[in-house]
Nanobody, 119 residues
C-alpha cells in the first residue's frame, strides 16, 4: 500500500505561480511512476504530468508544457508540481497518484488539493 498526501493548493492570480507537493509513504520502494491529475466538476479527470520514478522521465499534457514542471525527491519520497504562468483554466482539484512496479495504471491516489486561479 502507498499513502499519498498533497499540499500546496490555494488561490492565486492569473500569471502567478504555485507549487504542489505530494509526500508518499508505504511501499514507496516499488514506485514505478507518479503523476498529477486534475479535475473540474462535470469533466473527466485528466493527467497533467507524470514522472518515471527511477529514470526521472517526465511527461506533460500539451496544455501545460512550458509552464509546469514535475520533479521528484527520492530521498523524501515526494513529487512536486511547479506551476508557473497560471491561467484561470488551470483551476481544478489536483490529485497526486502513484503506480507501482508491476501494477497496471495509477491505483493509489491522494485526497486532492484545490487550485483556484483568479483572472
Amino acid at each position: 500500500q502507498v499513502q499519498l498526501v498533497e499540499s500546496g493548493g490555494g488561490l492565486v492570480r492569473a500569471g502567478g505561480s504555485q507549487r504542489l507537493s505530494c509526500a508518499a509513504s508505504g511501499y514507496t520502494f516499488r514506485t514505478y511512476a507518479m503523476a498529477w491529475f486534475r479535475q473540474v466538476p462535470g469533466k473527466e479527470r485528466e493527467i497533467v504530468a507524470s514522472i518515471r520514478w527511477t529514470q526521472n522521465l517526465p511527461y506533460y499534457v500539451d496544455s501545460v508544457k512550458g509552464r509546469f514542471t514535475i520533479s521528484r525527491d527520492i530521498a523524501k519520497n515526494t513529487v512536486y508540481l511547479q506551476m508557473n504562468s497560471l491561467k484561470p483554466e488551470d483551476t481544478a482539484t489536483y490529485y497526486c497518484a502513484a503506480q507501482l512496479v508491476g501494477g497496471s495504471g495509477y491505483r493509489y491516489w491522494g485526497q486532492g488539493t484545490q487550485v483556484t486561479v483568479s483572472s
